[in-house]
């Protein structure tokens, strides 16, 4: 993203979820923070008053694929499907394959498609059990800079971990002078 402006993209990905999504999005109004959500499409149909409420709410959704495949281990058509089936439901254009992996015939069919592909450069690892909070804010506090794309996750995998250090993360975004905006 813009280099020359001290913004930031919070992201989340594979919610919703109603053990950690609503704690996300109350610490976010807490801030008046505006963050973009790669959502699962199975989630968001099993959870609509979820996707409704992120909308609401003023923050941007992007598709995550319905079954979060991961797409080297999947056939174009088999990704391309599932794809569709989360843009029924999520209806954007924004898109982040599961994992961060795809295939290139899958990457040029979702351009042709018109799909915005975002990945990300700062990755939090909040999923994983082996990082503490405390080294997950020192990877934020090193890697990002303007225009960074920081990915967190609002599933149950991380739920412990992304409710302490959210905050943490917002704080210090405030404190070095970062805006944080929605993937456009």
């Known amino acids: 993203m ?5 913004v930031v993209y919070l992201t989340f990905d594979d919610g919703p ?17 505006k963050a973009t959500f790669f959502m699962v499409g199975d989630n968001a149909n099993r ?30 058509n088999v990704y391309m499907h599932d794809v569709k089936q989360a843009t029924n439901i999520l209806k954007t254009h924004r898109f982040r394959p599961p994992h961060g992996r ?7 069919a979702l351009v042709k498609q018109g799909k915005t592909i975002y990945l990300w450069d700062v990755l939090t690892h909040d999923y994983s ?32 971990r992304i409710l302490q250090l959210l905050p943490m993360v917002i704080e210090w975004l405030r404190d070095q002078g970062y805006t944080c905006k929605t993937l456009p």
């Open 47 to 76: 959870y609509p008053e979820l996707l409704a409420r992120v909308h609401r709410e003023g923050h941007a959704v992007g598709n995550h694929t319905y079954h979060h495949l991961r797409g080297y281990k999947t056939s174009l």
């Open 102 to 108: 795809m295939t290139y015939s899958q990457k040029r």
């Open 129 to 160: 059990s082996c990082y503490s909070v405390k080294k997950m804010l020192w990877i934020v506090k090193k890697y990002t800079r303007n225009g960074s794309i920081i990915v967190m996750h609002d599933s149950l995998k991380s739920k412990e």
């Open 17 to 33: 979820v109603p053990e950690c999504t609503p704690r996300v999005l109350d610490i976010l109004a807490r801030y008046n923070v």
């Open 2 to 6: 813009d280099p020359s402006s001290k």
